[in-house]
């Protein structure tokens, strides 16, 4: 099982940034992919962002340009860089690790974008 504590949410104004960081503790040689994704109220979990043990990154329509999910190998942590920011941003954001079998997520970090 792979345990995993986001943090860098906040409350911004559009056109602001913000970077998401995950650290992932545990059975972390068992890890394929990283992602992120997120949730507004009343709609469901959607796709952001993923990232594979290779390498290759993948992003949602709607964040392409605008985010971009980074890992750094020696802190075992994933980062999703945000920028150009939109009140649609909104969201509670969840790191989810990909592994063989299954999927881990955190617990979710606030993300505010104030119009």
């Known amino acids: 099982q792979v345990q995993l504590v986001e943090s860098g949410g906040g409350l911004v104004q559009a056109g602001g940034s913000l970077r998401l960081s995950c650290a992932p503790s545990?059975?972390?040689?068992?890890?394929?992919?990283m992602g992120w994704y997120r949730q507004a109220p009343g709609k469901q979990r959607e796709f952001v962002a993923r990232?594979?043990?290779?390498?290759?990154?993948a992003y949602a329509d709607s964040v392409k340009g605008r985010f971009t999910i980074s890992r750094d190998n020696a802190k075992n942590t994933v980062y999703l860089q945000m920028i150009s920011l939109k009140p649609e941003d909104t969201a509670v954001y969840y790191c989810v690790a990909h592994r063989r079998l299954s999927d881990d997520w955190g617990r979710g970090t606030q993300v505010t974008v104030s119009s």
């Open positions: 545990g059975s972390i040689g068992s890890i394929n992919a």
């Open positions: 990232i594979t043990s290779g390498g290759s990154t």
